[in-house]
């Protein structure tokens, strides 16, 4: 588990990045999501809302391994991440929960990840280069 930079940080929270969720399923088949709804819960720890989520959730159930990526611009990030647990109560889903009511959204659950890795993804001298 590796805490995430302050940059890094920066982009999983920040409303105007772009944040996609891929998973693999049980074929090895990659299966990617547009993921608005990523919360930094800990620096090493990411939320993300399981609305309109049904392969996605299938696949983190077979599979805790996941990617997210996140962009804006030139800045980019990959995380490997593992999902820890699914909830459906409490203070992270009520947060998750308020945070989607703005955008019409039903939260059915939401998965907590924890950071495995972290990747520049951007363009410049460190693209492909291991962040932590």
Avoid: Q
């Avoid at 993921?35 to 800990?42: K, P």
């Avoid at 805790?64 to 995380?79: D, F, N, T």
């Amino acid at each position: 588990m590796v805490d995430m930079p302050e940059p890094v940080m920066r982009m999983v929270v920040h409303p105007d990045t772009n944040k996609v969720l891929s998973t693999v399923n049980l074929k090895g088949e990659p299966h990617l999501i547009v993921c608005g709804s990523l919360m930094a819960t800990a620096p090493n720890m990411i939320a993300a809302a399981e609305a309109y989520m049904y392969r996605t959730a299938e696949n983190l159930v077979h599979n805790p391994v996941a990617e997210i990526l996140v962009w804006k611009g030139r800045e980019a990030y990959s995380l490997k991440v593992k999902a820890l647990e699914r909830v459906e109560e409490g203070p992270v889903f009520e947060r998750m929960e308020k945070s989607l009511e703005k955008m019409h959204l039903t939260v059915d659950a939401v998965w907590i990840f924890e950071v495995l890795e972290i990747w520049d993804e951007g363009i410049g001298n460190m693209t492909g280069a291991r962040v932590v």
